[in-house]
């Protein structure tokens, strides 16, 4: 009960606050800036008298139809990404286990290139194939930290997950080979994109999503306890091994979603937990909290971007995130903080 | 070097003249040989030649439009094997490679004795393949409405059968009469104009006014216009995001899928709302067609089987 | 200890020579295999000039070629693997895995395509992996032989390289992008001779070198204060040493592409095999030469008559050994 009361008064902490309200801000800037920007000839004046109701059909159409649509898969994405490589890193107190870097998102890549191939096709790809991949992926990497030794040596645990996405997206390329009909198909996919995503795929893999928040939910206190060590935690009452295996599941079907609406974007579950920790310390539940906000906010920003910078056509999704994020991956390198956490 | 490189070119083409010369017998080989003038000079050919590899759509199309015996062929883009629209009259001929990427190897198993190429191949793959036989290279300008019939017209004569080609193209010329007719007493003319868009998952190119089918909707009285999203010089224009769609839209606009039914990335793009805004697709002027035929496919044969499509897409909406 | 550094020791030699004979018997294989069938006597008698004209064609215009550009990057991409590994005291540090192929990759494609400055794809990929070489260093700091900075910020490098050339590539007419396809995963198909001319010049002049340093460099498996005291100039060999591994890494992936994992399997068969103390750069040369050869035919008969690019064989085959190195419970000699 002591021990409850002190939690509640870390989230509620002063210092916490002004970051949170400062980035539920700058989400609010970012998704203004979704909705008013666009490669299309639709201006952000066209878009603001439409929203007063005084605009062209056009302009309605292209906010209603086609920016709302992406803005609100963008925003579950970014969310889904931001908390599974929070919980993720602090499981395997690792600041670079990032679900894209491990082999996630390529496993999950790697099974919905598989279903092409096999006949379905980009827009009938069931949330279940990715979800899978993601959990295979997801078990391989959580089974390597439990190797002895590996847990601890975190440059070992992403060397050896850039080596498995190396290893899928090599056994991708030989599929693509295989079926050039499927390759523009699977090509386009494994790029990672939230452009012309219809809102069918998110109530598909809404209630996973949801299972995974809930899960989130459950686990921020004993994976606080785990941060002080393992056998603090089982001091406290929790099972270590239960919730390894809980944050298999939730971490699976975070990124297993995600995958599934945006293909998949590497790097940005180590961006979002990069800034989210840069104000929040050390404490799992406070870098929770504010992955909130900054997930869809890093993701929708991208995807902004990857609308403008190459107009009339647009960019894909995957290249901005990894041009955003391997800089954030040299910079926590270079900032040395690597063994702690 | 130079010297060098020749000797043993004689000898090798000697060698595959024998091996084609046991399979034929000698026949008409004393003429003298006839030059053939192509991007890379006059190549001399020798008779009519019996054994053809085409390392290029428009090649094979003319090759078997004059009845020539093609042994080789290149599988179209975003295929595995030639073109549909083809297939019937090719067979089961052997592929010797991509467009973008030939195998040489499967070009000598081939035993060619006339080589008709590309327009555009390098230098360097022209004298790799003139080591093995004669290389007719196109020197044609591409993107002109009469580029397809400049290279059938020198194909046919690297082939000893003008008179054949001249037939196929006069055959040509009175269908495109014959289809234009069609359009003028169906469409009037203030709704003649037209796109040409091949859809592909990352989203549609639009297709340049010069390009092979986009040049006989012209002949056949569509006014082609692509809003200036294609480049100078380009087949087509970048990948067109889904709320730039409204500036491929024309009155009828012709929509060109790699996939083998191009139904089924049409009922994907029927889902978009921006695609079912488009006022050809709200009109029912929106014509699905055949990329490989459409976007890929050059030649005599190739435009009949398109004139065809154009007929069919007229006669049967209406107007 | 010193009778170690002099006398060559017949293990060595003979390892030497078994992978000598290993790598010709690939090269024999793979100049007698494709669609055209040729016997391997008949390969022979092409390659002492004694062949018919379509034989001799077939063997040494088309595949005599393919088969030694293959050998040359895959001698250059060992040796650099094993050099880097020995100034950074670390199996891990290979060109691919901390990020200089990409990187000299993204710059050849700059080339190929034509973007920014007109300079031969060899000359760029040689600034791409030697920006990337000086920009992984200068992250890691001072000290090198400490790891773990380097690798991640290879890895970091790396991904930047790889959206880069995807950018590029989209920038570009679709079809051209299609066309370079192979050569974004390591393909000996798009090779172009006079890269492949320029990496042989590259493979001798560094081979030439390492053998003069190779006392030296032995000195560099003890501690720096081990190493001074039987002479060695450190800082010296240190940039010699890299630059030789930026020039071969370079010059190969122009004529190859980025194939990964040649760099890091090499040298260890080679280590496996020879008696350790010496760095046994020949020996890795000899294994490069014959993974990529072997690679390489793999790739063209597996799905004949479609060649799967050698980059996708050698990462099929490699990463799972990667993983296991990564993954065994005590790696013997990792950081």
Redesign the interface.
Known sequence: MVERQHQHRLVASRAFIPPLLAAGFFLLLVILASLLN?????SAIDVLAALMGAGTE?AL??VT???LPRTIIALITGMALGLAGAILQSMTRNP?AEPG?LGVSAGSGFFVALAILWGA???TITAMVAQLGALAGCALVIA?TR????GN????L???G???T??L???T??LM?????AA??IR??I?G?V??K?LSMLWATLPFILVGLALIAILARPLAAMALGEKAAVGLGHHPGQIRFLITITVALLVGSATALAGPL??VGLVVPFIARAFSGPDIRKTLWLCVPIGPAVVLGADVVS?LI???????LG?VT??I???V??A???A?R?PSL | MKRCAKAPKKNLRNSITALVLSVIGPGTLQADPRSVDTAYGPVPVYSQPERVVTLYEGALDTTLAVQANAVGAV?TR???DVADYIKARAGDIPIVGAPAETNIEAVIAARPDLILAAPRTSEQQYQLLSRIAPVIVSDAPLFQPDSWEQQTRLFAKALGREDAAEQVIARVESRIAEVADLVQARIPEAQRDASLVRW????PLVMSAGLFSASILQAVGFQIDNNN?VKEGRPHS???????L??MDQTWVFLAT???DGD??LT?AR????FS?LNAVENDRLITVNGQLWTSASGPLAVLAILDQIETAITARQL | MSSQFTMPGTRNTLVNIALSVLMVLILFTSLSTGTVQVSLFDTMSALVGNADPMTDFVVNELRLSRVVAGLLSGAALAMAGCLMQTLARNR?ATPG?IGIDNAATAFAVASVIGVGLSLAPSAMALAGAAAATAIAFG??GANVTR???F???G???G??A???T??ML??VAIDTANAAYPWT?GSLNARDSRSVLVLGIGVAAGYVTLMCLSRALNTLQFSDAVAIALGTRLRAIRVTGLGLSVMLTGLAVSVCGPV?LIALLAPELARALCRPGKIPLTAAALAGASFMLLADLLGRIL?AP?E??V??IT??VG??Y??WI??????RS??
Do not use: C, H
Not at chain 1, 153 to 156: E, L
Not at chain 1, 310 to 316: K, L, N, R, S
């Open positions: 666009g490669a299309g000839p639709v056009e159409f292209v139809e086609l920016r670079l870097l096709s980009t827009t390597a190797v002895q030794g590996l040596d975190p440059v070992r992403v060397l050896a850039a080596t498995l190396s290893l997206m090599a056994l390329s030989m080979l295989m079926d050039q009909r523009d198909e386009f996919w790029t994109s452009a012309g219809s590497i790097f609308r190459a107009a009339p056509a647009e960019m894909p290249v990894a041009l994020g391997a800089p991956l040299l926590i390198v270079r040395g690597m | 599988i975003g295929g595995s592909m998952p990352q989203g999203l970048e990948p067109l995001s889904l709320e730039n409204s500036r790699l996939n083998e089924k990335a994907a889902q978009s709302p921006a805004r | 891990l895995i992250l890691a790891g773990y900075r690798i991640v910020a890895i970091g490098i991904a930047i790889g959206a880069v995807q950018v989209s920038r995963v990964g799905l479609l799967i690019p980059g996708i990462a099929i990463s799972p990667l993983l990564l993954l065994r419970p005590s790696p990792l950081t």
